[in-house]
């Protein structure tokens, strides 16, 4: 079956913006993460679902950044008022329960 | 603050040369992950190790978990240029939560 997908693979949008982000994970899988990739370096995780629920958000950096999932299917995540220091690459992983997590190739920002 | 430090940061050798990377934290992990990232894609899980001092061999690749599930290491036997690309491993939490804490990485490079 089909892997991870997001979209859009590349973002370029003006400081200021809102932006959207979104991840369609494997199907049937019941967990879900984003995280986000500075240029070349680990990854910062920022939320991780169980179904539609949100138990972890801790990793969110401000409260310009949320994240819903819909159906235990899709998710997006919303980035307001975007910031330069918010360019990055964000990636999605889901996984089902606790097993293997499949990453997505991932959504580059640039905040011009 | 959870931390996975990773060393060295970046490493180039030639080909047939070993090498060892290491994942260290102060926090205790349920499991342990190394993942192995290239350019414009997520990363790829390599192996999962969740007993302390086990040990785990993929081909030229041997991971061990720590005796006291703090701390990894990869050790890459006769290493290949399509070794090349960013190793990174990742510790989980499982109280109360289910997340994984990435490490800032490493970057290897082997010349042909």
């Known amino acids: 079956g089909a892997g991870v997908s997001q979209s859009p693979s590349n973002k370029v949008t003006e400081k200021g913006k809102d932006v959207e982000l979104r991840c369609d994970p494997i199907?049937?899988?019941?967990?879900l993460y984003w995280y986000r990739q500075s240029l070349g370096q680990g990854l910062e995780f920022l939320i991780y679902f169980q179904g539609n629920s949100a138990p972890d958000k801790s990793g969110l950096p401000s409260d310009r950044f949320s994240a819903e999932r819909t159906g235990g299917s899709v998710s997006t995540l919303t980035i307001q008022r975007t910031q330069q220091e918010d360019s990055a690459v964000y990636l999605c992983?889901?996984?089902?329960?606790?097993?293997?997590?499949?990453f997505g190739p991932g959504t580059r920002l640039t905040v011009l | 603050t959870q931390l996975l430090e990773q060393s060295p940061q970046f490493l180039s050798i030639q080909e047939g040369e070993n090498l060892t990377v290491y994942c260290n934290s102060s926090s205790v992990f349920s499991s342990l992950q190394w993942y192995r990232q290239e350019p414009g894609e997520g990363p790829v899980l390599l192996v999962t190790v969740v007993t302390g001092g086990e040990v785990k061999k993929l081909k030229r690749l041997t991971f061990q978990f720590g005796d006291a599930r703090k701390d990894s290491s990869l050790h890459i036997t006769a290493a290949q240029p399509g070794d090349t690309g960013l190793y990174l491993c990742a510790g989980a939490f499982t109280s109360g939560t289910y997340k994984y804490i990435f490490g800032t990485g490493t970057r290897l490079k082997v010349l042909a």
């Open positions: 992983a889901s996984s089902w329960g606790t097993d293997t997590q499949y």
């Open positions: 199907s049937g899988h019941t967990a």
